[in-house]
């Protein structure tokens, strides 16, 4: 069965600085990896994905993530962290096809103070 | 740049209560789910629905539980009988077809349900 880990519950970074939010994942064959990011009171919004190809995937607001095959292992990360990238990060999974449905993480809130 | 759209954004029922949770899909998309979220849990999957059946549904899409496409737009969700525990928030995802080469869902607002 898939699943997904996010070992953090809180991330907290000084705007400027570089930001990593973890993320593994446990899944027969090849993942589909993706990342959200959730606003209070807002829906899941689409940040970026993994499907094949580059290792190092770029999304949304300057977000990019990295595959790593032998270490199962999908971080988001970005340069320089903004205050307004406060929010909860969900990473998710799905099967190698693209209409399954997503396995959460059970999210990791950053907090970049000013 | 078109939205999922959920109506009502809350809805407190009784415990017991019907309630139908709807959605409006991106126009051009043809795969739809429901999620649910409760309150500082993780997000999970309720069900999957294509071509006017279900794909998948998780075990907890029991009985009391229903999805609809009553005409080319709205997609439903039904509780019949709501119980305490259904208090969370639900989301409705979709995302185009299989050959599209798309792979991410588009999700929702979410409707907050409380059942009282």
């Known amino acids: 069965a898939q699943s997904v880990a996010q070992p953090e519950d809180q991330v907290n970074v000084a705007e400027g600085n570089p930001l990593t939010v973890k993320c593994t994942y446990s899944?027969?064959?090849?993942?589909?990896l993706f990342w959200y990011v959730q606003y209070p009171n807002r829906g899941l919004q689409f940040l970026l994905k993994y499907i094949t190809g580059d290792n190092l995937v770029k999304g949304s607001y300057g977000f990019e993530a990295e595959f790593n095959k032998s270490q199962t292992s999908f971080h988001l990360k970005k340069p320089s962290a903004l205050v307004s990238d406060s929010a909860l990060y969900f990473c998710?999974?799905?099967?190698?096809?693209?209409?399954?449905?997503?396995?959460f993480g059970t999210g990791t809130r950053l907090q970049v103070f000013p | 740049e078109p939205e999922v759209t959920q109506t009502p954004s809350h809805q407190v029922t009784q415990m017991g209560q019907e309630v139908i949770l709807r959605c409006v899909p991106i126009?051009?998309?043809?795969?739809f789910y429901w999620y649910r979220q409760i309150l500082g849990q993780k997000v999970e999957f309720l069900v999957s629905?294509?071509?006017?059946?279900?794909?998948?549904k998780s075990e907890i899409f029991d009985d009391q539980f229903s999805v609809e496409r009553p005409d080319g737009s709205n997609f439903t969700l039904k509780i019949r009988s709501t119980k305490l525990e259904d208090s969370a928030m639900y989301f409705c995802?979709?995302?185009?077809?299989?050959?599209?080469?798309?792979?991410?869902?588009?999700f929702g607002p979410g409707t907050r349900l409380t059942v009282t």
């Open positions: 995802a979709s995302t185009r077809s299989g050959t599209s080469g798309t792979y991410e869902q588009y």
């Open positions: 126009s051009n998309h043809l795969y």
């Open positions: 899944v027969s064959g090849n993942p589909y």
């Open positions: 629905f294509y071509n006017n059946e279900i794909s998948e």
């Open positions: 998710a999974v799905s099967r190698p096809y693209n209409t399954d449905k997503l396995i």
